[in-house]
């Protein structure tokens, strides 16, 4: 079994795989401070409910966009499991069916998302994975990253709103009965989502004008499913698109 690590900023998203299934995956929030002691507690503890027994794992693979994690997280993993993760970084790129633009300043995650994207959609296609940040991978016909586009992301726009204000409320992101927002929450879903959804259709607009051609987009992350019936762009929803890429990744190398 393979078991596959996403650290981001906001959370931590894992997953161990028997072939090309799932068994469990998990979310848990990214804490910059645990030591690799504490987050193996983590680990054992959700194998254990989970009844995933760790002598049948043989290979981790980790992606990261927090680097002071990496260490403790490979230390935890050699002791806990007895192995070292692979680790998404530029010395495995030229092994990918994808071709990676800047691949010192790209995040692991992003490859990851274009690994996946490119494998089970073909090209060209766009990957916009809503996490902290809003991003916009953009993969040829031949597998070429060709760019990327970052926004912030929809939690970290409205944490940044309610941060700032003092008397808006939070609110859950959730499409609102009506861009008329007839009271404070309604106003602040209808500018959030509906101003998301134009900032996704403008970006995919503009990309494909620059590029002459159609786009497969492919939206993954855990809120991509909220501008899913309101963006006229988004195509797919994949939300273990990362994870997939990972996977694929691991039984590659």
Request: aromatic share 8%.
């Amino acid at each position: 079994m393979v078991l596959s690590i996403d650290i981001g900023n906001t959370n931590i998203v894992f997953g161990v795989s028997d072939q090309n299934s799932w068994i469990k995956i998990w979310r848990i929030q990214t804490d910059w401070s645990k030591t690799a002691d504490e987050y193996e507690v983590i680990f054992r503890t959700l194998f254990a409910s989970s009844e995933i027994s760790k002598s049948e794992i043989n290979k981790t693979i980790l992606s990261s966009v927090v680097p002071g994690l990496i260490r403790p997280f490979n230390e935890m993993l050699l002791h806990m499991l007895g192995h070292s993760p692979v680790l998404v970084e530029p010395s495995i790129y030229s092994k990918l069916p994808v071709d990676v633009l800047n691949p010192f300043e790209i995040g692991a995650d992003i490859v990851a998302d274009a690994t996946a994207a490119f494998v089970r959609y073909g090209g060209p296609c766009m990957v916009i994975d809503f996490g902290t940040a809003l991003t916009f991978t953009t993969i040829s016909k031949e597998g070429k990253i060709l760019g990327v586009a970052i926004a912030p992301g929809l939690l970290t726009a409205l944490k940044s709103l309610k941060g700032n204000t003092a008397q808006l409320p939070d609110v859950q992101l959730v499409e609102p009965p009506s861009v008329l927002g007839g009271n404070t929450i309604h106003a602040i879903q209808s500018g959030v989502v509906f101003g998301f959804a134009g900032l996704v259709d403008s970006i995919v607009n503009r990309t494909e004008a620059e590029l002459g051609g159609k786009l497969t987009v492919v939206a993954t992350g855990g809120l991509s499913f909220i501008l899913q019936n309101v963006s006229s762009k988004i195509q797919i929803i994949d939300e273990n698109l990362t994870l997939d890429g990972l996977n694929y990744i691991a039984r590659l190398l």
